[in-house]
C-alpha cells in the first residue's frame, strides 16, 4: 500500500501554485490529437493541430457539420446531465445559424452548466467522455475541472486534482510519464519522506488494523512453539514486528527464539535512509531488551525475484509467512505469462508454513477497463481522503505532501498507467481467496480477541470507521466503504 518501486523520471510534472491549483507541465511526446476551443501552452493538447482546424475570429474548431454538432450537444446533455435536465433545453431549430461563433457559444454555455454541477459528476463525466474516445469533450472538460479542483481544499477537491491529474495523462498517453514525474518531482529528502510515511500511520488505523490482525494470527498459530521463522516479503521500517516482538517476551514459559527474514524495496530503502541493516539493528535491540533470543535475515531482492534459496528456511522451525499490501504489485495472468501472483503463493505453500497472513485494500482494479476502473478508484480513495479530513486538520502544513507522496502515485497509476506500467493492481478479497485456494491453501480461523483489540484501536479515531467480521476475515471500512481486508491462510 502506498509503495511503488522507483523509477526515473521524464517530461512530465506538476507544481502547485499560490492557490493550491495544480499547474501542469506536459510531455512532448502525445500521441493523440484533438482541436481545443481555448488552447494555452499549459495544456496537454497545446499545438495539437485537429484534421480540421478553422482559423478565425471564433477560435479553433468544433465540427465541419453543423447537424453533428448539434447531435453532439444532444448526447452530451444526454450523457453528462440526465434525462431530468429540463433547464439545458435547446430548441435546436432556432438556436443555431450557419456562423461558427454561434457554435462555440452554445458548446462553451453547455460546458459551463455542466461545470456547475458536483464536482464528483464533473470527474466522472471527463472519464466516460474518454473512455468514449470523445477527446474533444474531454479536453473541454478538464479545462473546466482545473478551475474546480485543489490540492488544499475539501476531500473531494484534493482527490479530484490527483485524478484529474491521471485523467490528464491517460488522454495524452503519458501515465508512465507522470507516475514517474509523482515518484521523483519533487524529491523528498529520504527523512521528510519518512515522516509523511508516519503521518499517515498515525492519522489513519489502515496500517495499524492490517499489521494488528496479522499479528494476532501469527501469535496464535505460533503460541506453542520455540523456535520462529517470519518472513516478511515486505518489511518496510520493520514496525509490524515491535508489538510481536514484545507480546513474545510475555508469553508464559518464555520466548521463543525468533527469525526474521525481510525482503526490501527500493521505496523503503530509500525512506530509511539506507538498506535493510537499519531494520536488522533496530529489532535486534528491542529484541536484547526484552531478552528475545533473536536473528535477522535480509534480502535485498525485488519481490517477484524471490526464490526459496533467499530465504533460508531451515528445518525444525515453525514457519509464518506475511504478505502485508504487497501482493497487489504483482503482475498476474492478464500482465504476464510468468503470472509472479499466483507462483509466488505456490512457492511459499511448498515452504509448508503453519500460517500465511494477507492484508490488502478491497476495491477492484486489476483487470478492470478504464472507466469502471475510475470509478472504483474514485470511490475508494474518495473514503480515504474523507477519514485523514477528520483526523488530520485542514491546516496541517505537511497535508498536501502526505497524500502527494503517501497517496497520489497509487491514484494516478491506477488510472493513467496499462500494461506493465501499472503496478498498483488491487483484488478484492473474493479473488485473493480463489487464488489462495488453487495455491493449495485453507483459511487459518482469526482469534477472537484480534477483533476486540481492535475495535479498542478504533475507539481512538472517529466512529466512522467500523469493523466487521465476515466469512472467516475481518474487514476495516469508512462508513459505507469497505478499504482493508485482513485474512490468514495455513
Not at 152 to 157: A, D, K, L, R, V
Request: proline residues 5%; glycine residues 6%.
Amino acid at each position: 500500500m502506498y509503495k511503488q518501486p522507483r523509477q526515473e523520471i521524464e517530461a512530465y510534472s506538476f507544481e502547485h501554485n499560490s492557490a493550491g491549483k495544480l499547474m501542469y507541465l506536459p510531455v512532448n511526446n502525445s500521441r493523440k490529437r484533438f482541436c481545443t476551443l481555448e488552447p494555452s501552452p499549459d495544456s496537454p493538447a497545446y499545438n495539437a493541430v485537429s484534421t480540421a482546424t478553422y482559423e478565425d475570429t471564433c477560435g479553433s474548431c468544433v465540427t465541419d457539420d453543423l447537424n453533428e454538432f448539434k447531435h453532439k450537444i444532444r448526447e452530451i446533455e444526454t450523457v453528462m446531465m440526465g434525462p431530468d435536465s429540463l433547464d439545458l433545453v435547446v430548441d435546436y431549430t432556432d438556436s443555431f445559424d450557419s456562423t461558427a461563433c454561434q457554435e462555440i457559444n452554445s458548446w462553451r454555455s453547455t460546458l459551463e452548466a455542466i461545470s456547475r454541477r458536483d464536482l464528483r459528476a464533473d470527474l466522472v463525466s471527463c472519464a466516460k467522455a474518454m473512455s468514449e474516445n470523445d477527446l474533444m469533450m474531454a479536453h473541454s472538460m478538464m479545462e473546466k475541472l482545473r478551475q474546480m479542483v485543489s490540492v488544499s481544499g475539501e476531500p473531494i477537491q484534493r482527490l479530484g486534482a490527483y485524478l484529474l491529474e491521471g485523467l490528464v495523462a491517460q488522454l495524452a498517453s503519458s501515465g508512465s510519464s507522470i507516475y514517474k514525474a509523482l515518484n521523483k518531482c519533487p524529491e523528498p529528502a529520504s527523512t521528510e519522506l519518512l515522516s509523511y510515511m508516519h503521518i499517515l500511520y498515525e492519522v489513519c488505523p489502515y496500517f495499524k488494523f492490517g499489521y494488528m490482525s496479522a499479528n494476532g494470527a501469527i501469535a496464535e498459530a505460533m503460541k506453542e512453539e520455540n523456535r520462529v521463522h517470519i518472513i516478511d516479503f515486505q518489511i518496510g521500517q520493520g514496525s509490524q514486528w515491535v508489538t510481536l516482538i514484545q507480546a513474545f517476551a510475555a508469553r508464559p514459559g518464555g520466548p521463543p527464539r525468533i527469525r526474521i527474514t525481510g525482503i526490501d524495496d527500493m521505496t523503503s530503502a530509500y525512506a530509511r535512509g539506507g538498506g535493510l541493516s537499519i531494520v536488522g539493528n533496530r529489532l535486534a535491540k528491542l529484541a536484547k531488551k526484552f531478552n528475545v533470543p533473536f536473528e535477522f535475515n535480509s534480502v535485498s531482492v525485488s519481490v517477484s525475484e524471490v526464490k526459496p534459496k533467499n530465504l533460508g528456511v531451515r528445518p525444525g522451525e515453525a514457519l509464518a509467512v506475511n504478505f502485508a499490501f504487497v501482493l497487489h504489485h504483482m503482475p498476474d495472468e492478464s500482465v504476464s505469462t510468468e503470472n509472479h501472483r499466483d507462483r509466488l503463493l505456490r512457492m511459499v505453500k511448498s515452504l509448508s508454513p503453519k500460517v500465511v497472513t494477507l492484508v490488502e485494500q478491497e476495491s477492484n482494479t486489476n483487470t478492470a477497463a478504464f472507466f469502471p476502473r475510475f470509478m472504483e478508484t474514485m470511490n475508494y480513495y474518495a473514503a480515504m481522503f474523507e477519514s485523514i479530513d477528520v483526523t488530520l486538520p485542514r491546516d496541517h502544513k505537511q497535508r498536501i505532501n502526505v497524500e502527494q507522496h503517501c497517496l497520489a502515485r497509487d491514484v494516478v497509476n491506477i488510472i493513467a498507467c496499462e500494461g506493465a506500467d501499472r503496478v498498483e493492481r488491487h483484488e478484492l478479497l473474493g479473488k485473493w481467496r480463489s487464488r489462495f485456494g488453487m495455491a493449495g491453501f485453507t483459511p487459518y480461523p482469526l482469534s477472537p480477541l484480534v477483533n476486540s483489540t481492535i475495535k479498542s484501536l478504533l475507539r481512538n479515531y472517529s466512529d466512522k470507521y467500523r469493523l466487521e467480521e465476515r466469512d472467516g476475515a475481518l474487514y476495516l471500512g469508512w462508513m459505507h466503504r469497505d478499504l482493508v481486508a485482513s485474512c490468514a491462510w495455513k
